[in-house]
Protein backbone atom coordinates (compact mmCIF):
# COMPACT_ATOMS: atom_id res chain seq x y z
CA UNK A 1 0.00 0.00 0.00
CA UNK A 2 2.47 2.63 0.88
CA UNK A 3 4.20 1.70 -2.52
CA UNK A 4 0.82 2.56 -3.94
CA UNK A 5 0.70 5.61 -2.61
CA UNK A 6 4.47 7.11 -3.30
CA UNK A 7 4.13 5.98 -6.85
CA UNK A 8 0.82 7.53 -7.10
CA UNK A 9 2.48 10.66 -5.13
CA UNK A 10 5.33 10.42 -7.80
CA UNK A 11 3.35 10.68 -11.08
CA UNK A 12 1.14 13.82 -10.15
CA UNK A 13 4.34 15.96 -8.90
CA UNK A 14 5.92 15.05 -12.35
CA UNK A 15 2.52 16.00 -14.04
CA UNK A 16 2.40 18.76 -12.38
CA UNK A 17 5.96 19.92 -13.39
CA UNK A 18 5.17 19.07 -17.30
CA UNK A 19 2.28 21.36 -16.90
CA UNK A 20 4.35 24.54 -15.87
CA UNK A 21 6.85 23.86 -18.66
CA UNK A 22 3.88 23.68 -21.44
CA UNK A 23 2.61 27.20 -19.73
CA UNK A 24 6.09 28.64 -19.94
CA UNK A 25 6.86 27.58 -23.42
CA UNK A 26 5.96 28.57 -26.73
CA UNK A 27 4.75 26.83 -29.49
CA UNK A 28 7.96 25.47 -30.44
CA UNK A 29 9.31 24.44 -26.90
CA UNK A 30 10.91 27.44 -26.40
CA UNK A 31 11.04 28.66 -23.00
CA UNK A 32 9.56 32.13 -23.04
CA UNK A 33 10.17 35.00 -20.75
CA UNK A 34 7.56 34.82 -18.01
CA UNK A 35 6.69 38.34 -16.50
CA UNK A 36 3.78 40.40 -14.98
CA UNK A 37 1.55 41.47 -17.91
CA UNK A 38 2.16 45.13 -18.97
CA UNK A 39 -1.61 46.64 -20.14
CA UNK A 40 -2.07 47.66 -23.44
CA UNK A 41 -4.79 49.07 -24.78
CA UNK A 42 -7.17 47.49 -27.29
CA UNK A 43 -6.34 48.70 -30.93
CA UNK A 44 -9.83 50.13 -31.76
CA UNK A 45 -9.41 52.37 -28.40
CA UNK A 46 -5.99 54.01 -29.64
CA UNK A 47 -6.46 56.68 -31.50
CA UNK A 48 -4.44 56.88 -34.99
CA UNK A 49 -3.11 60.18 -35.58
CA UNK A 50 -0.50 60.43 -39.31
CA UNK A 51 -0.10 63.85 -40.71
CA UNK A 52 3.39 64.19 -41.00
CA UNK A 53 4.99 67.87 -41.83
CA UNK A 54 4.65 68.46 -44.95
CA UNK A 55 7.86 68.70 -46.79
CA UNK A 56 9.90 72.09 -46.87
CA UNK A 57 7.32 73.82 -44.49
CA UNK A 58 7.42 74.21 -41.18
CA UNK A 59 4.77 75.07 -38.34
CA UNK A 60 3.74 75.35 -35.13
CA UNK A 61 3.39 71.99 -34.44
CA UNK A 62 6.01 70.88 -36.82
CA UNK A 63 9.35 72.34 -35.97
CA UNK A 64 12.48 71.40 -37.49
CA UNK A 65 15.63 71.25 -35.16
CA UNK A 66 18.85 70.06 -35.01
CA UNK A 67 17.48 66.57 -33.89
CA UNK A 68 17.73 63.33 -36.46
CA UNK A 69 13.77 63.85 -37.27
CA UNK A 70 11.19 65.91 -37.86
CA UNK A 71 8.97 66.69 -35.07
CA UNK A 72 5.52 65.79 -35.24
CA UNK A 73 3.48 61.86 -35.18
CA UNK A 74 4.24 59.41 -37.81
CA UNK A 75 2.30 56.27 -38.51
CA UNK A 76 4.23 53.28 -39.58
CA UNK A 77 2.69 50.97 -42.52
CA UNK A 78 1.01 47.77 -40.95
CA UNK A 79 3.09 44.58 -40.59
CA UNK A 80 2.08 41.02 -40.87
CA UNK A 81 2.87 39.22 -37.52
CA UNK A 82 1.75 36.14 -38.66
CA UNK A 83 -0.66 35.71 -35.91
CA UNK A 84 -1.68 39.64 -36.20
CA UNK A 85 -1.06 42.68 -37.52
CA UNK A 86 1.26 45.57 -35.82
CA UNK A 87 1.33 49.12 -36.24
CA UNK A 88 3.30 51.63 -34.36
CA UNK A 89 3.00 55.46 -34.35
CA UNK A 90 6.29 57.39 -33.52
CA UNK A 91 5.70 60.16 -31.53
CA UNK A 92 8.68 62.88 -32.15
CA UNK A 93 9.58 65.54 -29.62
CA UNK A 94 12.88 67.79 -30.24
CA UNK A 95 13.69 66.02 -33.03
CA UNK A 96 14.10 62.76 -31.08
CA UNK A 97 12.29 59.74 -30.93
CA UNK A 98 10.28 60.28 -27.47
CA UNK A 99 7.13 57.67 -27.48
CA UNK A 100 5.71 55.02 -29.22
CA UNK A 101 2.20 54.08 -29.48
CA UNK A 102 0.90 50.60 -30.53
CA UNK A 103 -1.82 51.12 -32.26
CA UNK A 104 -2.18 46.89 -33.46
CA UNK A 105 -0.84 44.14 -32.36
CA UNK A 106 -1.56 40.30 -32.16
CA UNK A 107 -4.47 39.74 -29.79
CA UNK A 108 -6.78 36.92 -31.45
CA UNK A 109 -5.75 34.12 -28.84
CA UNK A 110 -4.30 34.39 -25.55
CA UNK A 111 -0.99 33.08 -26.05
CA UNK A 112 -0.76 36.13 -28.49
CA UNK A 113 -2.23 38.85 -26.17
CA UNK A 114 0.21 37.11 -23.92
CA UNK A 115 3.35 37.46 -26.20
CA UNK A 116 2.18 41.05 -27.38
CA UNK A 117 2.05 42.13 -23.69
CA UNK A 118 5.36 40.73 -22.51
CA UNK A 119 7.39 42.19 -25.78
CA UNK A 120 5.72 45.27 -26.96
CA UNK A 121 6.83 47.43 -23.92
CA UNK A 122 10.62 45.94 -24.20
CA UNK A 123 10.65 46.44 -27.80
CA UNK A 124 9.33 50.50 -26.79
CA UNK A 125 12.05 50.79 -24.25
CA UNK A 126 14.58 49.88 -26.23
CA UNK A 127 13.88 51.57 -29.69
CA UNK A 128 13.36 54.93 -27.85
CA UNK A 129 16.90 54.18 -26.37
CA UNK A 130 18.53 53.41 -29.50
CA UNK A 131 16.40 56.12 -31.12
CA UNK A 132 15.88 53.61 -34.02
CA UNK A 133 14.29 50.47 -35.17
CA UNK A 134 17.37 48.73 -35.04
CA UNK A 135 16.34 46.68 -31.66
CA UNK A 136 16.97 42.98 -30.87
CA UNK A 137 14.63 40.36 -31.34
CA UNK A 138 12.68 38.49 -28.16
CA UNK A 139 12.90 35.33 -28.20
CA UNK A 140 9.59 33.98 -28.25
CA UNK A 141 8.03 37.24 -30.35
CA UNK A 142 10.28 36.39 -33.12
CA UNK A 143 7.34 37.67 -35.67
CA UNK A 144 5.83 40.35 -33.33
CA UNK A 145 9.25 41.42 -33.04
CA UNK A 146 10.34 41.86 -36.62
CA UNK A 147 6.81 43.13 -36.98
CA UNK A 148 7.13 46.28 -34.99
CA UNK A 149 10.41 46.88 -36.43
CA UNK A 150 8.97 46.95 -39.84
CA UNK A 151 6.20 49.26 -38.80
CA UNK A 152 8.40 51.37 -36.88
CA UNK A 153 11.02 51.98 -39.33
CA UNK A 154 8.01 52.76 -41.86
CA UNK A 155 7.20 55.66 -39.30
CA UNK A 156 10.93 56.88 -39.05
CA UNK A 157 11.52 57.19 -42.42
CA UNK A 158 8.21 59.98 -42.62
CA UNK A 159 10.13 61.57 -39.80
CA UNK A 160 13.69 61.99 -41.82
CA UNK A 161 15.59 65.14 -41.27
Do not use: C
Not at 63 to 81: C, F, I, L, S
Amino acid sequence: MRKLVFSIATILIFAFYIVLIKQNSDAAGNKIAVAPPVPIPPANQVPAQSSPAPSGKSSSRYKRNQGAYVDGTYTGAPADAFFGTVQVAAVISNGRLSNIRILQYPSDTGHSMYVSQVALPMLKQEAIQAQSANVDIISGATQTSGAFQESLQSALSQAKN
